[in-house]
């Protein structure tokens, strides 16, 4: 099995930044891919931004330009660094990785874009 926690949510101004983290434990060899939902108030849960083992990468339209997605995988750890924020950004963020034929989610982090 693969374990998930994630840091770095917080609170910040628009057009500010924060940097999300995603630590995975267990069976790390087996993931193939990492990334990053979230889900905000009355909406549905999003792909934000989806790495493969091997690099390959891809992002939510609204995202693309402002969010990125890096992995080192030989910690097994995912960052989503995220620039120019926005109030539309506004939710809980979950890290997820794909392995062992399943998806292993971590307990999201709140990212709050507010002035």
Not at 26 to 39: C, F, L, P
Not at 43 to 61: C, H
Request: charged share 20%; glycine share 12%; with cysteine.
């Amino acid at each position: 099995q693969v374990q998930l926690v994630e840091s770095g949510g917080g609170l910040v101004q628009p057009g500010g930044s924060l940097r999300l983290s995603c630590i995975a434990s267990g069976r790390i060899r087996s993931i193939y891919a990492m990334g990053w939902h979230r889900q905000a108030p009355g909406k549905q849960r999003e792909l934000v931004a989806r790495i493969t083992s091997g690099g390959s990468a891809n992002y939510l339209d609204s995202v693309k330009g402002r969010f990125t997605i890096s992995t080192d995988n030989a910690k097994g750890t995912a960052y989503l660094q995220m620039n120019s924020l926005k109030p539309e950004d506004t939710a809980v963020y979950y890290c997820y990785a794909d392995a062992e034929r399943r998806t292993y989610w971590g307990q999201g982090t709140q990212v709050t874009v507010s002035s």
